[in-house]
């Protein structure tokens, strides 16, 4: 049974571009909630997904960065006109159901911004 | 907003020295505690975890968790630690008044001496 997967492991790009960070969940879970990890710091909420659905975007800068969770495919966390502030780590975790509050965590997408 | 407190950003041990980190949170209400550990290159897996019951939490590789309601804490103790416990741990806290999202500690790195 395959974790949750996140591509790219790594991502450089420069300030003004756009990133794409992309979470496929567990097998079988339908919740999907993106983390950032700056240096230093503990992990912080960005996003909670349902299928077609945004649950809880309370940790969401409010410009610049988006994110959807679509019927086919990957959970995808855009943010657009990157900036030096943005290089982190993005963590990805998933759940089975609303109720499940074990969450379960890729890898991770390192971003640095140039 | 509830926000969780880990006092050891690094601590350093030598092997079969017994390990406590200290967790804290700041909400009154019901939680669920969480303890996660990454080690070096790899995703945060999950430790132990608290919904309810027994204050005394067991987990994988001889991880136990203490919830003290009255201390608002959730400390991690392992009796005898080895080489291969150096990693990351972090501890997170799910409030009943924040639907699914985990607030993380700071996390402490562990660095056990062979």
Redesign the interface.
Known sequence: NA??MQNPRHLVRRRGQEARLRCSPMKGHS?V?W?RQLP??????MV?LQKENI??E??MPKERFSAEFPKEGPSILRIQQVVRGDSAAY?C?S?PD?QA????????TRLTVT | AQS?S?HNHHVILSEAASLELGCNYSYGGTV?L?W?VQYPG?????LL?Y?SGDPLVKGIKGFEAEFIKSKFSFNLRKPSVQWSDTAEY?C?V?ADNA?????????TRLMVKP
């Open positions: 974790g949750v919740h909630y983390y230093e710091e503990g992990l912080k909420f909670y649950i809880d309370s940790g963590f975790a759940s609303r509050y074990e969450q379960y965590f890729g890898p991770g | 969780v880990q669920n969480f996660y790899q995703h945060l897996q999950l975890k919904f972090f997170a799910n639907g699914n999202m985990l607030t993380f500690g700071g996390g």
